[in-house]
């Protein structure tokens, strides 16, 4: 029988590969290997996998920085698996980080070089050729073709297009649980803590409209409520200084 936190851990990655509402071979298999690094038996893996569909499990917050951290890596290390982040796993992700004070950018930028590793490092190598000669008239062999690497094209990593259809409600499949509450920031429009911080962010990084764009897609509202809501985010946080109409370097659109 596997301890109780290596199976709250496990229950974490469970919950993040069936939050999107599918399981991936990739993401299968990715978790089997997390089981077997951590002992879990065959059995109490299927068991706690069989949950993890059944919407039955919840995420524990480490107690520590470190295992924070260390559990975040194998959480992107797992939705990555099958070479896209969904809408929802996006979003759990950036729960998580909120409680080690990862930056959203930082988050992506964490997504994009699981994504690289996962895709760059197969190479393939040079077919060998078979020179025939003559039996009685041999004749020099063909000069060796030069053999030039192939450029391998990483794939883009698109950022989640968030709707209101798409994000789950701040408990998608189970509650998430943090030690300590999250920051008490002025209610805008009853959004929750973790969306308004995207649309936050968005007013800070992107241009006026390309930001009112963003918060249309995120609310799934047009976009004459989309800029009454951004007037409001500015109004709840006379600190916040949006972009003056500048595109930011590294920036996805």
């Known amino acids: 029988m596997a301890g109780a936190a290596v199976r709250k851990k496990f229950e974490a990655l469970v919950t993040a590969a069936f939050i999107d509402g599918t399981l991936s071979d990739a993401e299968r298999q990715v978790l089997h290997q997390k089981a077997a690094a951590m002992n879990l038996s065959r059995i109490d893996a299927n068991d706690i996998m069989t ?41 759990l992700l950036a729960r998580f980080a909120e409680t080690l004070k990862i930056s959203l950018p930082d988050l992506r930028q964490r997504v994009n070089r ?34 030039e690497s192939p450029k391998i094209e990483l794939p883009k990593f698109e950022n989640p297009k968030f709707s209101g259809a798409a994000l789950p409600p701040m408990a998608a499949p189970g509650p998430v649980f943090f030690e300590s509450s999250m920051s008490k920031d002025p209610k805008v429009d009853d959004l929750p803590p973790v969306t308004l911080q995207l649309l936050k962010q968005s007013i800070m990084f992107d241009t006026e409209a390309d930001s009112i764009a963003a918060i249309s897609r995120t609310l799934n ?33």
């Open 51 to 91: 949950l993890g569909q059944q919407r039955k499990l919840t995420v524990t917050i480490p107690p520590t920085a470190q295992e924070r951290e260390t559990l975040l890596e194998e959480l992107i290390e797992v939705v990555a698996a099958d070479g896209r982040v969904e809408a929802p796993e996006y979003h």
């Open 114 to 147: 699981r994504m690289q590793k996962g895709h760059g490092e197969t190479r393939p190598q040079p077919r060998q050729e078979t020179v025939r000669t003559a039996p009685r008239t041999p004749e020099p062999p063909p000069a060796t073709p030069k053999y």
């Open 221 to 253: 509202i047009p976009a004459e409520d989309a800029a009454r809501i951004r007037s409001k985010i500015l109004s709840a946080f006379p600190d916040l200084k949006p972009n003056q109409g500048h595109k930011v370097p590294g920036r996805d659109k």
